[in-house]
Structures are given as C-alpha cells and as structure tokens.
C-alpha cells in the first residue's frame, strides 16, 4: 500500500489524491484555549528507503517518511481531497481521534477517523467540546508522549497515515450531486463562483542550505505529546459505514527525527527553530478560527481524557505568554514513490 504513497512538492500524496501536509507552527501555553495558530512553513520530508546506511534498522524496517523536528516543536496537518475520503492519524499507533488502539478497520462508534475534504486539518489530539490539544514533539522513553500515557508503553512514536476511499456507487452519487450544485452556482458566464475556503496562509521562513553530512550523538526518536488547548472541531461522519470501502488504499509512517539524527541521516542542515510568538503578536501577524456551523463535532474521547501536557513531564520552558490581540484572529470558512514497510 505504501508504493502508492509519494512525496511531491513537500507534501505526501496518497491514493484518491488526499494530500497532506505537515505544517510548522507555534507552541501554545498549556493552559486557557486558544485561536488557530499560523503555519510558518512545511516540514520537509525525505523517504526512508534512500538512506539504507544511515537510517536506523527499525525505520528502513517499517518504510515511509522522516521529517526532522525539534523538541518541543509544535505541528499541525493540512489535509486537501479532489474527492471524500477517510483519513486515520495516528500518534505512536494511537488514534489522534479516538484514543484507541490503531486498526487496519474504520469505525464509527468511536469513530477512528476525520473526514476529507470537510476536515481541513488538524492540529492535535481530539479533547472534544469543539477543541484539540496541540501536537508537541517530546522523546520517546520519558513517558510524555500520548502513545505512553495511553498504551503505557513507548514503542512506535512518529505519525502513522492511512486512507480508506468510497465505495463506486456513493462516489457516483457525490459527483453528481456535486455538478448539480456546480451548474446550479455558475455565474451569468458560466464561471464557478470563486470560494471563500482554504489553510491559514504561512509565514515564510528561510529554508536552509544543505551541507555535508557528519557523525551525530545517537539521539532518542521523537513521538508526539498533548500541548496548549485551541478552539478546533473534529467533525462527525455523516455517511454510513457501508459507504467506505472495508480495506485502507494507502497508508504510510512518518518518522520524526531530531535535529542532530537528520543532519546524520540526510546530510542536510534541519530548517531553523521556529520564530517566537512574542515577535510574532508584536508584528501583528494573524491567527485564525475556523468554524462550519452545518458540521457537528466529535464528542471528547475517553482514552485521551487523562494524557497530561508535556509541561507536566519535562517542565514549564515557555516565556510569559504575549497575548493576541482580537484583531489578528480571522475567521475561516469553513518526487518518487514511499515504500511502506512492517508496522
């Protein structure tokens, strides 16, 4: 299934057309609720297959993708989709949506899934009331990721992808509906009406150079704990199950590198850390919240009630918050191919 997963342009492409991206962004306090963050540019992402004497023996084993990140390093996923489809996020093998144990099946109740193109992305673990807590990247073995305080063991860390498409005739009668509404939307000269929908913009950041590579310290791999909590919903499928089809088309697992393992893996430098909030707000630059009053949103899921912030394992590192002021948040509307491996 992973063959059929690519990277192109930054992003990763799986079957259907689903694309996702995986966005840098701002770290949030780990308490009150907050806006969307900004993106401030992609991370990007190497397959693991074409560093086979440098990339540790467990991720040649599972295939996919590596990205680096640094720790403590929020992210958040972009997700687009020519067409419906079902997409599970994982979290060291934990559903990021409902807590449960990561499965090869959909489900609906709870539902282990979000739903494309409805769901534009996402930016943490479900925590339900129309609200996510921020992916934060921590080591594994110290017990802050999600996949520890859920499973009780580190044994996966990074993010694990897979896409289940519709079924041909529920995806016949989505196309027409969406013609119907097409014609029915043109203006006098026959042009779509242009939408008013899209990802929060990104604030560019300077990418940096690729330089030889050289012997790093071993460094732990990276799996994803639970940060500040933002206004977000998880939208509730609409559909019946017997929509999807029963086996996923794709899947992948993208591994999280630290700094230090990407400059000995890849031989290149990793991207700056990101830019601090402070001097961002002080800038003016915007924040957002998204909002699709026809969706109704997941309720909180059980499993990952209890999983504590990072702050609470490795400490408070963050600088007095710098608050956002109410004019910078807007409102929303709502290269060659990854070899998947044994996971």
Known sequence: MGDQ???????????GGVTVRFMRTLRLPETGTHPLPPGIGTFPLR???DYPDRAPAEWLTR????????????MWLSFSSPVPAALQVGVGKVCAVSGQPWSDRL???PQNYVVLPRQPWLDGINSGSGTIRQFVAVPLGLGATVEGQVSGEEVWGGV?????????????????????????????????AEEDEGMPPMAGYGAAMPMEAMAAPAAPSMGLGAGGRMRQEVYRDERLPGDWRPTPSGRVFVHLATAPQWRQITGEAPPPSPVDRAAYNAAGLPWFDYYDADAA????????????PVGDWLG????????????????????GQVTDGDW
């Open 5 to 15: 997963v690519r990277i192109s342009g930054g992003a990763l492409e799986l079957p």
């Open 47 to 49: 397959r693991v297959a």
């Open 63 to 74: 295939g996919g993708v590596v990205l680096p990140v640094y720790q403590r390093e929020a």
């Open 107 to 109: 489900s609906q109740d």
């Open 160 to 192: 694990q992808l897979q896409v289940f498409e519709l079924r041909d005739e529920p995806l016949a009668v989505w196309r027409a509906e969406q013609e119907r509404r097409a014609v029915a939307t043109r203006g006098p000269w026959g042009v779509a």
């Open 297 to 308: 949103d997941l309720a909180a899921a059980a499993p990952l009630a209890d999983v504590k």
């Open 316 to 335: 408070d590192d963050q600088q007095p918050w710098a608050p956002v002021q109410p004019g910078q948040v807007k409102k929303l509307k709502d290269d």
